[in-house]
DNA sequence: TTCCCCCTTGAAATCGTTTTTATCCGCCGC
DNA sequence: GCGGCGGATAAAAACGATTTCAAGGGGGAA
């Protein structure tokens, strides 16, 4: 603040260089109509008095922001202190995939999806972004809706069911609940759960497609008193794993929607002295690593959230060049990462007391 | 973009009130020279006319950015997924501590702590921000030294070593430490180790500190061998964890600095066949909840991470009101929550080899 | 009644850019 | 040789606010 007496403005480079503002706005943007000589020797001067153009100005006469605004969901209630975990590799992500471009980066806290529409409107009417990231779609999204009818790019991790054209990246659920689940069927298991978040949004619906066709393809019935539906917290995976162990004709497979309801499971399992591994198996989507270490390490799908993140900024910057977002959809399938055993080991449940 | 044809300005609102711009500035801002009948009008066409000022022009008239920049650490290697993941509630809570103000939150990813010295001068001399938040403070912190040199406005979560005043929001990790180990000791544990991170890191001190106390507390010799300073990786944790328990003379008692490590110590021993929680125990930090679903659920110092990012961002609000930043300082205990019994029901693995 | 002062409001400058329009110059073609 | 054209640069307006300073009007005092 004491320290520079007054950064240099455009007008400084005027004065140093003979040139007028006009020219030299030109040649530092590229403008063809300035000759190479005079675009050099204030590009020169430019990196000599150590110019950089001030985003204040800019964003004024341009009407952009230079920024990118990220809509992160918190569940802020006690007990839910792991949700949005994954979004300091999300963020990380999304900040590589923007690094080079003039572009930053502002976070805006949303609690529900409700907020995230609240604060979508903000931004656009507000203009305090030129883009937009979020995740958490819906099967009908109000925001997907929102924003393109406004035209207003945006990049979403995750798709909506609706018949709109928006760039996104997602993860292929279907697929992964599908291999989940036929893995755990191929491994004896006839009773597999679900465990499922809220079943709008849209991923959870891709699950449960996924989950169906492993038991269709394969010729069974699809157990469907088996799916819950919950949040992604902790304290649901554990309650629904011990509601579904209870049961008369008990699950002995779990088809996880993230570690922190595996973890839950785990724990509710070993609560009932289930022994997870040999009578019970559990597969779990893996974000943050911390399956490898659990009692037992377990089978996961690998999402790299990160690299999601890195494609999604990439993807924002393409959508703010003009890109058409039809050309700016991508769905990954994440790697199959094969820790405990998933199969019974014979010691199927209903094997011994026949 | 295409909806809102275009929004407000000062100037619509002057042609639909009469009144001068510069009236409707300082009847906006509260001015009192301007009449309270005025004033009053002035406030209901805005109302009316859905007027909000544009921070673009606010921003470029006053210098000021209306932005609070977070340096928000990450390690994107891979293995380190589980790192900064409390970062989720920090934001949370720092965005709920600028609600209400004019502030938005930028938020800059950097890798380690040069990176986030020279993103912190880009920010004070780009003014990309009118205050900057960050944390892992350093004994000796460079960035800390700059903003103090700079008079730049700033809050930290951690407090260093040096003899500068400046605001900021900390936890007690002597006494947390200490309180841990005094409890193993009281348990009966003498061989107790501290599972730390860089010892650069000024709450790493602080732990050795507390841990040592302890001993000296109780007469005993400080086991100075049993020390482990390494990041905060699950990894780490496991492999400092198996390394412990193999000495001739074992570690029983794991003071861990955060649930990565713990729950990477836990398996460490698992996969040794110790059995925590007779044989052993660990008393860990915790941020985001997920000790007490650990195999055996964790006593732990739990530290309410988003109430502390709630603190920082209010603390910078009055830092830029211009609040001397001596009376900006908070220092939070964790909470003791027991879970696991801390005690070696009498087997001591002295006992029965002797 | 007249002058002055204070209280309220308005005009204009300013922040740092971009962009449109104007100006200057040399050169080519007729 | 002259008109016009095009290439290079400059001048000026604009973005939307704040702030300084000037102006206008009304009321009180002489």
Same mark, same amino acid.
């Given at each position: 603040?004491?320290?520079? %007496?007054?950064?240099?403005?455009?007008?400084?480079?005027?004065?140093?260089?003979?040139?007028?503002?006009?020219?030299?706005?030109?040649?530092?943007?590229?403008?063809?109509?300035?000759?190479?000589?005079?675009?050099?020797?204030?590009?020169?001067?430019?990196?000599? #008095?150590?110019?950089?153009?001030?985003? *204040?100005?800019?964003?004024?006469?341009?009407?952009?922001?230079?920024?990118?605004?990220?809509?992160?969901?918190?569940?802020?209630?006690?007990?839910?202190?792991?949700?949005?975990?994954?979004?300091?590799?999300?963020?990380?992500?999304?900040?590589?995939?923007?690094?080079?471009?003039?572009?930053?980066?502002? +976070?805006?806290?949303? *609690?529900?999806?409700?907020?995230?529409?609240?604060?979508?409107?903000?931004?656009?009417?507000?203009?305090?972004?030129?883009?937009? #990231? &979020?995740?958490?779609?819906?099967?009908?999204?109000?925001?997907?809706?929102?924003?393109?009818?406004?035209?207003?790019?945006?990049?979403?991790?995750? *798709?909506?069911?609706?018949?709109?054209?928006?760039?996104?990246?997602?993860?292929?659920? @279907?697929?992964?609940?599908?291999?989940?689940?036929?893995?755990?069927?191929?491994?004896?298991? $006839?009773?597999?759960?679900?465990?499922?978040?809220?079943?709008?949004?849209?991923?959870?619906?891709?699950? #449960?497609?996924? &989950?169906?066709?492993?038991? +269709?393809?394969?010729?069974?019935?699809?157990?469907?008193?088996?799916?819950?539906?919950?949040?992604?917290?902790?304290?649901?995976?554990?309650?629904?794993?011990?509601?579904?162990?209870?049961?008369? @004709?008990?699950?002995?497979?779990?088809?996880?929607?993230?570690?922190?309801?595996?973890?839950?499971?785990?724990?509710?399992?070993?609560?009932?002295? !289930? @022994? !997870?591994?040999?009578?019970?198996?559990?597969?779990?989507?893996?974000?943050?690593?911390?399956?490898?270490?659990?009692?037992?390490?377990?089978?996961?799908?690998?999402?790299?959230?990160? @690299?999601?993140?890195?494609?999604?900024?990439? &993807?924002?910057? $393409?959508?703010?060049?003009?890109?058409?977002?039809?050309?700016?959809?991508?769905?990954? *399938? %994440?790697?199959?990462?094969?820790?405990?055993?998933?199969?019974?080991?014979?010691?199927?449940?209903?094997?011994?007391?026949?």
């Amino acid at each position: 603040m004491a320290d520079h %007496p007054t950064r240099p403005t455009i007008k400084t480079l005027s004065e140093v260089t003979g040139f007028s503002i006009a020219t030299i706005s030109k040649a530092l943007n590229g403008s063809p109509v300035v000759t190479q000589a005079t675009k050099a020797a204030i590009r020169q001067a430019a990196g000599q #008095i150590g110019y950089a153009a001030s985003l *204040r100005g800019m964003s004024l006469r341009t009407g952009r922001t230079y920024q990118v605004a990220v809509l992160m969901p918190v569940a802020s209630a006690s007990g839910f202190e792991w949700d949005g975990v994954e979004y300091a590799q999300i963020l990380s992500g999304i900040a590589a995939g923007l690094e080079g471009s003039p572009y930053r980066m502002s +976070v805006h806290v949303v *609690r529900d999806a409700a907020e995230g529409l609240a604060t979508a409107r903000q931004v656009v009417e507000g203009h305090l972004a030129d883009g937009l #990231i &979020f995740s958490g779609i819906q099967a009908q999204d109000p925001r997907v809706e929102y924003l393109c009818a406004a035209g207003f790019p945006f990049v979403t991790l995750g *798709r909506c069911r609706q018949n709109l054209t928006y760039a996104h990246v997602d993860v292929d659920s @279907d697929w992964a609940a599908w291999a989940a689940t036929a893995r755990l069927i191929a491994g004896g298991h $006839r009773r597999i759960a679900l465990i499922n978040p809220d079943p709008r949004l849209s991923y959870a619906l891709d699950r #449960i497609d996924g &989950f169906t066709r492993a038991f +269709v393809d394969a010729g069974l019935p699809v157990p469907q008193d088996l799916i819950m539906a919950g949040d992604l917290s902790t304290r649901f995976g554990k309650q629904a794993a011990i509601t579904l162990a209870r049961l008369p @004709d008990p699950a002995t497979g779990f088809v996880c929607v993230n570690e922190s309801t595996a973890l839950g499971a785990l724990a509710g399992l070993r609560d009932l002295g !289930v @022994d !997870v591994g040999r009578a019970a198996s559990v597969i779990a989507y893996d974000d943050i690593n911390a399956s490898a270490y659990f009692a037992p390490p377990l089978t996961t799908f690998y999402l790299p959230i990160e @690299d999601l993140g890195r494609q999604l900024g990439g &993807f924002l910057l $393409r959508r703010l060049a003009g890109e058409d977002p039809a050309t700016l959809q991508q769905l990954t *399938r %994440p790697d199959l990462v094969a820790r405990q055993s998933d199969r019974l080991e014979r010691v199927l449940p209903w094997e011994g007391t026949t």
